[in-house]
Structure formats: structure tokens, C-alpha cells
């Protein structure tokens, strides 16, 4: 690592280290110092995104539970320490990252999505703690990539966003060419919300579009925060329906409120919803309403024959907290495993530099299929040999995964409001 650490990082090393040789002194010389090594997470536990804070806490837990009932690795056991990131605005996240980076007992640290902007990635650079992040993807490669050997701290369990940008395009119109939908107009409805996940997705979704000769009917972005009334909006749509509607907003209370909404006086559009129906809670709030939706995963629980991985750690989930992991539960949870083999390669927790470059070699069949790291940006690799990214269909409170065809466990069906 080119950057040095902050002060309060390195007084907490000399520390830890001078603690380490007064042991050995007093005759633990040659033996495994059996310590506990604190794992740090970034949360949103309160505020509208609570659910899939929430559903990180869980997944971590699960991890240490399982890893310390084991044994621990090399005398260390694990314990897990939460800041809370609230609404991820930057002063409530500069707080939660600060407070778990004075802690001299925590030596790895991560998250789903904490700022959405990643800024807290330069404080873990500057501090040389070992951080894996899992969301926006957009905004890791355009800090990292300028830079990469500067940010060797930190990882990103999810591949490029540009498969969210261009790749719903790409899935419709397919479908459209083996007659399983209409496209009569190639118009497209397309509604955003204020924050980077979002927006990103929804810029990149409108210039791909319009390459493909669509004509975009509605282009709307609301707040971010919680959404209650959709009907200024839908009155649009249904002013000049169109082929396809889309909403990029993540939370779940908002696109369900947007669906069932949708559904009062619904048009025969195709009904594509970004990330939000993959948290439990979505189906909860939309009950049979949720048939048929649409949406799609970078990064999420690939329930495949072809990858029993999948099966295996959300059984265990199930099995824990009797719900079914989201996208960031067992992924959190292999996220955690990935720094338990970082560790077990390189042996102490201390030795952060050998922890992320232990980190920085890692290949492995995940929940979410192979998971290896770009060099040159950070991110994990996309595709159908790595992370693909991955359409589901609801029915019956259920996910059917409808592609890639590799990994498919059923096929597409025409929504009911479409029939």
C-alpha cells in the first residue's frame, strides 16, 4: 500500500503489538494466541432500508456462529460489531466508519451498501483495513481504477453495473423474438429515484434504449426516501401506454406501494422492478399482487442445479431465522468466508497488507457463482462463467430464475395483467 495509516489506526497497532510481546515474554512463546478478532459491519439497521440491513446483520452472524463452533481458525474466534449507517447520508456513515475503525480489535470490515456513493472506501485505504463491499459497483471502479494498487484494502463482491444498463434491453427484446411478448409501440416507461444506485441504473437503462430505437414516454425521478403515492406518475403511463415499465427504485416499501399502485388500473405493459423483489419483505407487502413481476441480480443467490452452493447456504439460512435470504444475507455470509480463507492463507489478522492481497487471489464457487477479482478495477468478475447477471419471475411467492438459459430452473410466463 502506497497510503499510510491514520494515526489512530497505527497507535492501535503499536498497541496491539506491545500487548502481543509482553504475552510472549511471560511464557506463551512458540503457542497460538487464542484472541477475539472483531469483524466490523457497515448497516443501515434503522431508516427505510432497515430490511436489508437487517438481512446483512443475519448473514454475518451466521457466518461467525458457524466458523467459531468450528473452532475458530488458528485460536482466533469472531465476533461481530455493527455501525449503524441510518439513512447513509455521508455525516451518519463518516460516524458508524470512524467509530468501528478506532476499534484496535477490528481487523476486517464490510458491507452491502453503506454511503451508495462508496466514499468510506478512502477512509479503509487510508487506514489499511481489509474491506469488502457489496452494491454499487459503478462507484467502486470509478475510484478504484484510476489507482488500483493505492486501494489493495478494498474488494467488490459485485461485478460491473453495466449489464443493469444494458441488459433489460437486451432480455426484452429477446423475449419479443421468440413471440412470448408484444412490442407493438417500443415504448418504455422509465422511473427513477434520487440516490447513485438508482440513478446510475436508470441513465444507463434510457441511453440504451434509445440506441435500440425506443421511445422513452415517461422519464421520472422521485425523492429518495419513502415513497408512498405513485399516482401522478401512473397517470402518465396510462396517458400513453407503453411496452414496458420500469422502476429503479431499490427500496422495497416504495416498489411495492409503486406495484400494487400499478395494479389498480393496470396497462398491458411488461412490469420490470430493480432489486426491490428480492427482499422478502417486497413479497410481504404485495402478497399475490407480486405474480408474474419481474426484476434482476448482480451478485444474488444463484439457485441452480448447476450451482448447488446456492441451495446449500440459503437452506442454512432458512434454517437460522426461518425466512429466505435476499440477495445480501448469503452474500454477506460467503463474504465473511472469504476473509476466514484470507485469513487462514496468511495466519494473523494483524497482517492486514497479507490479508488483502490474500483477499485480492480469491476464486471460489459462491452462492452467486464464481467469484474472482479484476486487478484493474476491484470488482468482481461478470458472466455466465463468473457472476452473471440473473432475471427472476415471482409466482406464488416464489423465485423462478427464467436466465441465463445455463442456469434456468423454469421459463418465462406472460404477466396476468398482460393477458
Known sequence: MSRKATPFRSISRILTMSATALALGGGLAGQALADTVKIGLLAPLTGPASADGQEYQRGVQLAIDEINAAGGIDGHTFELVVGDVKDQSAGNVTSAVERLLGDPDVHFMLTGYASLTNFEIDNMAEAEMPYVLAATSQQTRDIIAPSPDDYMCCWSW???FDAYNTDVTSFVEKL?????????????????????????IS????????DHGWNITVDEIVPFGEVTDWRSILAQVRQDVPDLVINTDYLPGNSASFLNQFLEQPTKSLVFLQYAPSVPEFVQLTGKKSDGVIYNLLGGPLVSPKNPRAEEVGKKFKDAFGVESGTYGVALYEIVHIYADALRKVGDPNDHTGIMQALSETDKQTVAGRLKFDPATHLA???????????????????????????????????????
Not at 409501440?185 to 440513478?199: C, L, Q, R
Not at 441513465?203 to 434509445?210: N, Q, W
Not at 430464475?401 to 396476468?416: D, H, N, V
Request: glycine residues 6%.
Open 176 to 200: 419479443a423474438a421468440d413471440g412470448k411478448i408484444e412490442l407493438p409501440t417500443k415504448k418504455v416507461a422509465i422511473i427513477s429515484s434520487d440516490n447513485a444506485y438508482s440513478k446510475t
Open 381 to 419: 468478475m461478470q458472466g455466465d462463467d463468473y457472476i452473471p447477471i440473473t432475471f427472476f419471475q415471482i409466482w406464488d411467492g416464489e423465485r423462478v430464475l427464467i436466465s441465463p438459459e445455463k442456469y434456468a430452473t423454469g421459463e418465462f410466463k406472460l404477466q396476468p395483467w398482460m393477458q
Open 203 to 210: 441513465e444507463g437503462m434510457k441511453k440504451t434504449f434509445a
Open 158 to 160: 459485485t461485478p460491473s
